[in-house]
């Protein structure tokens, strides 16, 4: 039993591997994509939000493990953003709703993204 645990372990690794150095990209993206659908199908039973949920966090997982580097920039950056917002806002609270409406009319809009 324990060598095919860790005849498994090292197929995973190499798996892995070969995702994370692959200069090819389709490997990575059908990774993805499988996740993106496997989370819909586990989420079947639910409504569409939990479809939703669960798709979504399958796929970000899979892209976590795609692209490590990317995803701990993106975290440690969005990580920055939350904290700088929550700052803000704990700020604007204390100085009354006058100001907490002016930093929140100073917040990025994504709508015309």
């Known amino acids: 039993l324990k060598e095919k645990?860790?005849?498994g372990q090292a197929h995973a690794?190499?798996?892995?591997?070969?995702?994370?150095?692959d200069p090819g990209m389709l490997p990575r993206v059908s990774v993805?994509?499988?996740?993106?659908?496997?989370g819909i199908v586990a989420g079947y039973r639910g409504g569409?939000?939990?479809k939703?949920?669960?798709?979504?966090?399958?796929?970000t997982a899979a892209a976590s493990l795609c692209y490590p580097n990317e995803a701990v920039a993106f975290s440690k950056q969005a990580y920055g953003y939350a904290k700088?917002?929550?700052?803000?806002?704990?700020a604007s609270l204390g100085r009354g709703l006058k100001h907490l409406k002016a930093t929140?009319?100073?917040l990025p809009?994504?709508?015309?993204v």
């Open 104 to 106: 929140l009319d100073k």
């Open 5 to 7: 645990s860790a005849v």
């Open 32 to 38: 993805i994509t499988i996740a993106g659908l496997g």
């Open 109 to 112: 809009d994504f709508r015309d």
């Open 13 to 21: 690794e190499d798996f892995l591997d070969y995702l994370q150095n």
């Open 84 to 90: 700088d917002t929550a700052c803000d806002l704990k």
């Open 52 to 59: 939703l949920f669960y798709s979504a966090t399958a796929a």
């Open 48 to 50: 569409v939000l939990r």
